[in-house]
Every structure is written in C-alpha cells, then in structure tokens.
C-alpha cells in the first residue's frame, strides 16, 4: 500500500494526513531543514512514522532546531543530554550519526556550498547510487533511510501516487520531480 492509499484510510491518525499533505515530497531549500529531515528518517529506523512525527517538536528542540554548526560541535555534555532526553529517541548509535553527519555537512559545505547544493550536484541518480554515495559521507544511513529522505525532500519520485491530489502540487513545486 502507498503512503497515498495509506492516507486515505479513516483509521490513519491527522499526523499521517498533515505530513502527507504538507510535507512529504515537497523540496526543501534550507540546510538546516533537511539535515532535520535527514535525522528524523534516521531515527524512524526500526520505529513507526507516527511516533518520530509525533515527537518532531522534541526532536527539534533537542537538536538546536536542527542547526548544523552546533550539532556538529556537540560535546559529551551534549551526547548525555541527548540520551537522556525521553522526547526523543535515546539511542547512542542514533545520537552519534546525528553529530558525526553534522560534522560531515560542514566538510561538504566547505567544497559545495551547501548540503542543498551537494544533492543537487549529484541529482538525479538513482536509489543504489545515491545509496552509496550517503554511505560513503554519512553514518546510519541504508537503503531505506536514505530512500524515504530523498523522496521526501523532492529528490526522488514516489512520494505521491498519480491520482493523489498532493502529486500535482508536489509536481509543480518540483519539475524534475516528473523527470525522474
């Protein structure tokens, strides 16, 4: 069943449906919104959507609203903080690849600019090639992590069926997004 079909049950929770509707494929221009997008993929891992969405507004506080050059500087004050923090997911792998991936943004930032402009110096690829690339810069990134978070930030298509409402303004915002 498609995020889409999924959606349209009357059992599915307003969560689901704000998220569909409003985020779920849409680009997304600001680095620091995207390494959020990136981080809450990572920690649904193993998880329901529902409760990383449901715990979104702790995560953001958490992680500095998900501000790149103090995640990447965190200290082990911070990495206890974080651990001890019920709003979010307490899991030390999870915590490490945040701060390890935020450290990583700011190499790449330093040769691209931006995360932003990275992903869009290597789009379009395909699933397997963005795959590798993710693991070979970031840490707790496989296959299915990094599929929801380029789908879901307008960087891979899929994110919406044809006949759903939301795929024409999704294909609007995002031209290529039909290329793909």
């Known amino acids: 069943m498609s995020y889409c079909e999924y959606c349209k049950s009357p059992e599915v929770k307003s969560v689901h449906k704000v998220y569909h509707d409003q985020h779920y494929g849409f680009p997304i221009e600001e680095d620091d919104a995207l390494f959020?997008?990136?981080?809450?993929?990572?920690?649904?891992?193993?998880?329901?959507?529902?409760?990383?969405?449901?715990?979104?507004?702790?995560f953001q506080k958490a992680y500095e609203n998900f501000n790149i050059d103090k995640i990447a500087n965190f200290n082990e004050t911070d990495r206890e903080r974080l651990l001890s923090d019920a709003g979010i997911i307490r899991n030390k792998l999870k915590v490490n690849a945040a701060i390890h991936n935020a450290?990583?943004?700011?190499?790449?930032?330093?040769?691209?600019?931006?995360?932003?402009?990275?992903?869009d110096h290597h789009h379009p690829l395909s699933r397997e090639e963005w795959t590798k690339l993710f693991k070979k810069t970031f840490k707790f990134v496989g296959g299915e992590i990094v599929n929801e978070f380029l789908m879901s930030t307008g960087y891979l298509a899929?994110?919406?069926?044809k006949d759903c409402p939301v795929f024409d303004t999704v294909a609007k915002l995002n031209p290529k997004w039909m290329e793909l």
């Open 36 to 58: 959020g997008r990136l981080i809450l993929e990572i920690n649904q891992a193993g998880l329901s959507w529902e409760t990383i969405l449901n715990k979104e507004q702790n």
């Open 158 to 161: 899929g994110a919406h069926d």
């Open 103 to 119: 450290q990583q943004l700011l190499l790449l930032r330093e040769e691209f600019g931006s995360f932003k402009q990275w992903l």
